[in-house]
């Protein structure tokens, strides 16, 4: 189970770093930017632990849907991005694969 918050930890640190580096405009603000860069590294480094017990198929495949499904609903949350029907239909199927990947992750 350690495995699993590890990598939810990842993908949460993908958020932060997408989110960092909107704000830094670029790379041409110095604090998001550095922020960006440690989140980048924590994602990886914690993606790494999870690895070591999670299949890395599996594992990677949830990291980047976490990361996916996490910015677009930042996007919508904080920058006001559009939520058609069809957007959320496509958030619906990346979570339904988050989760099925979960569910059967030994069969």
């Not at 580096?21 to 632990?49: D, E, H, M, N, Y």
């Amino acid at each position: 189970m350690a495995a699993w918050a590890q990598l939810f930890a990842a993908g949460v640190l993908e958020v932060v770093m997408a989110f960092a580096l909107k704000a830094s405009a670029g790379v041409t603000r110095p604090v998001p930017s550095l922020l960006a860069v440690l989140a980048a590294l924590g994602s990886i480094w914690l993606l790494a632990a999870a690895v070591r017990t999670l299949p890395l198929g599996i594992a990677y495949a949830v990291w980047t849907g976490i990361g996916a499904l996490g910015v677009s609903l930042v996007g919508v949350a904080v920058f006001a991005e559009p939520l058609s029907p069809a957007r959320m239909l496509c958030m619906a199927f990346v979570f339904g694969g988050i989760a099925g990947l979960k569910v059967l992750e030994h069969s």
